[in-house]
């Protein structure tokens, strides 16, 4: 016969409800667009106050460290590290003792790169743009610029950690606390401080991102800290007599049914199935026990404040099977439908997830590995790293090669890049809020699920930006005059920005489509280099036609090297994203994205006809377009055949 030590449900972390995905995008994207709102203002604001001109251009140099920043610390590197061991982390019942092991080093590594930013900042003025008659401007606005190093890496920490618990409402509520900031200090202090008002704005809004993350971010830990989830599994050797028991112990459970077949035996621990316990109950099988007297072996104690998932039981869980004593393969069943979890022979040794010892010689306790244990390598870090630091690299290039031009052409290209980046931020709102589904979907080696939904995600993607695209192309000098032609921002500048956007806008297509196809590659939490080096080569395109045609094309020139360095790098991500990452149906893919090109091309042809042949204020030709536009995508749309929601299945 045998006896049972029955525990209390272990903590694990749940699979979101059905049209989970649905509302948390519809939110993120709404403060999303929130944040985007309030950065136009921030942006009018600034375009008002100060115009396109040598005060602003400093002012934009001092920004390349935010811009940097965020996408390094906020939303590529920091998520594409963190999202995926936090998921693991909550799989292995909490996130405790990762934000133990990770949190206060990084706050001291971010605390450092500020200092030392500070000190380095006449350097980082001259290597970003070493054509600016006078630096000194653009050195005090880095200065007060650089504690975003700081803010931003919290920032990014406590968003990841956030959106892996499934809580995207303080995630997508940091732009909204960042352009606040920035509005409200420039507002309050342009008067005595100039174009470094906007730069003390970062260094504010910086800090209300951290604030509003922080009281969720502390209640997502509170509750599984407290239940020590986080401590390692124990399995204690037998005790004889229930008065050696230790504070806290279970006694064993009155006696079942045998449910012992094909288990070991001669009093070791191990875990196995027995009869059905009730749902969510974790049970750990003792053999080696008599129906009238309990063995010593029925002593044997789990601390159930610690046990690890391999002991959670389901309603009909499998048993921990050992067909004779050389068989040394065993699987448990795991929380949430996961498949088994192998022990392999090495684990059955020295502290695997199944230990088996004589209890004589059992030590006080031994650990179970990787309970609540959940570490970021350096082979995983650098080549995130990497990859965020050379996407923001085709900023930097553009900032030097448009440092030597007339003033106002960084003010230009900043504007321009700004209004034409709306229409691939919205695209990837969902990509963002599926992004923790995939790393879940690949840590639980379900592949397929994770093919539909990073399909479903490229498609989407797909369709909204190039549904953007054909309108900013089709009304670029009506929107700007809409949004900055007042101050000192003149006709001459509205033009420029217009015809800037334009060039900027071919290459929407590839940017969202690198947002959309990183997340998957990193998903898994595996290093991979192949999307630094996609990355390398989109970015040594740049470079290249940066370099060729700033001469003669000016601002128009920078604008097109970014737009054909990124969909390189598109083209690239797309080839190698089914043998590397997601075994995704990419002459699918492909074949939909052409269907949605060929519907944004005759949507710009509709937005263009529409801006040329209706007279009237800038605003109401831009409104019109609203309308005119998304309707000849969807008629384009389903005279080609694109897929409305995802691609067909497969036959």
């Given amino acids: 016969m045998t006896d049972f030590v029955r525990l209390p449900p272990l903590p694990r972390h ?4 059905r049209g989970f995905v649905a509302r948390a995008a519809a939110l993120t994207a709404g403060l999303s667009l929130a944040g985007s709102a309030l950065g136009l203002v921030r942006d009018q ?15 934009l140099v001092a920004w390349t460290v935010p811009e940097l920043a965020a996408t390094v610390l906020i939303e590529d590197a920091m998520a594409l590290l963190l999202v995926p061991a936090f998921s693991a982390a909550l799989a292995k019942g909490g996130a405790g003792a990762l934000v133990r092991g990770t949190l206060p080093r990084l706050a001291a590594l971010l605390a450092a790169a500020t200092a030392a930013l500070l000190a380095a900042a006449p350097l980082v003025v001259h290597l970003l743009a070493p054509g600016l008659a006078d630096p000194r401007l653009a050195i005090a606005c880095t200065r007060l610029t650089a504690a975003t190093v700081f803010t931003f890496g919290l920032t990014g920490y406590l968003s990841a950690a956030l959106r892996a618990h499934h809580r995207f409402l303080p995630p997508a509520t940091v732009y909204v606390a960042y352009n606040v900031g920035i509005v409200t200090t420039l507002l309050a202090l342009h008067g005595r401080l100039g174009v470094q008002a906007a730069a003390a704005g970062v260094a504010v809004g910086g800090a209300l991102m951290v604030l509003v993350q922080l009281p969720s971010f502390v209640r997502a830990l509170r509750p599984r800290a407290s239940a020590g989830a986080d401590r390692p599994a124990l399995v204690t050797s037998p005790r004889p007599s229930p008065a050696g028991r230790p504070p806290g112990a279970l006694p064993a459970a009155r006696r079942g049914g045998s449910g012992t077949a094909g288990c070991a035996a001669g009093g070791r621990p191990t875990p196995c199935a027995g009869p059905a316990p009730a749902d969510g109950v974790a049970v750990v099988h003792v053999p080696g026990s008599s129906p009238t007297a309990p063995s010593p072996a029925a002593e044997a104690v789990v601390d159930p404040a610690a046990a690890d998932r391999v002991y959670v039981g389901e309603p009909s869980p499998p048993c921990a099977r050992q067909s004779n004593a050389a068989d040394t393969t065993a699987e448990v069943g795991s929380p949430a439908g996961d498949p088994p979890v192998p022990a392999p022979p090495d684990a059955m040794a020295d502290g695997g997830a199944m230990v088996r010892v004589p209890a004589d010689d059992a030590p ?14 350096l082979g995983l870090v650098v080549p995130v790293v990497l990859f965020a630091v050379g996407r923001q690299t085709q900023v930097l290039v553009e900032r030097f090669f448009a440092a030597g031009l007339p003033a106002g052409a960084i003010s230009h290209l900043n504007y321009a890049q700004k209004v034409a980046q709306l229409p691939m931020a919205l695209s990837l709102m969902v990509c963002t809020v ?9 840590a639980a080696g379900d592949r397929e699920r994770a093919r539909q939904r990073v399909e479903r995600d490229l498609t989407l993607a797909c369709l909204v930006v190039l549904l953007g695209t054909a309108y900013v192309i089709a009304c670029a000098p009506q929107i700007v005059h809409t ?3 007042r101050g000192a921002f003149d006709a001459a500048d509205t033009a420029a920005t217009a015809s800037v956007m334009r060039v900027y806008a071919l290459g929407l297509l590839g940017q969202s489509l690198v947002g959309a196809l990183i997340r998957p590659y990193f998903s898994a939490a595996r290093p991979t280099w192949y999307p630094v080096a996609a990355m390398a080569a989109g970015l040594g395109v740049t470079v290249a036609v940066d370099a060729s045609a700033v001469t003669a094309w000016g601002a128009y020139g920078i604008a097109a090297g970014n737009a054909a360095g990124i969909s390189l790098t598109a083209v690239l991500l797309l080839r190698g994203l089914a043998t590397r990452a997601v075994p995704v149906r990419v002459p699918a893919l492909v074949a939909a994205v052409s269907r949605y090109v060929l519907a944004g ?5 509709a937005g263009w006809c529409t801006a040329r042949l209706l007279p009237g204020p800038a605003a109401l030709v831009a409104a019109a377009c609203c309308l ?24």
């Fill in 483 to 485: 949004l900055f032609q």
């Fill in 628 to 651: 005119t536009v998304p309707f000849a995508f969807a008629a384009a749309a389903a005279a080609v055949g694109a897929p409305v929601r995802s691609l067909p299945h497969a036959a």
């Fill in 45 to 59: 604001v600034i375009a008002r106050l100060f115009g396109a001109g040598a005060g602003s251009d400093a002012f």
């Fill in 601 to 605: 091309v005759a949507a710009t042809g």
């Fill in 14 to 17: 749940a699979a979101p409800p």
């Fill in 434 to 442: 599926t992004f923790p589904v995939v790393a879940h979907a690949l």
């Fill in 364 to 377: 006080a306790s031994r650990p179970l590995p990787g309970a609540g244990r959940v570490s970021v390598g």
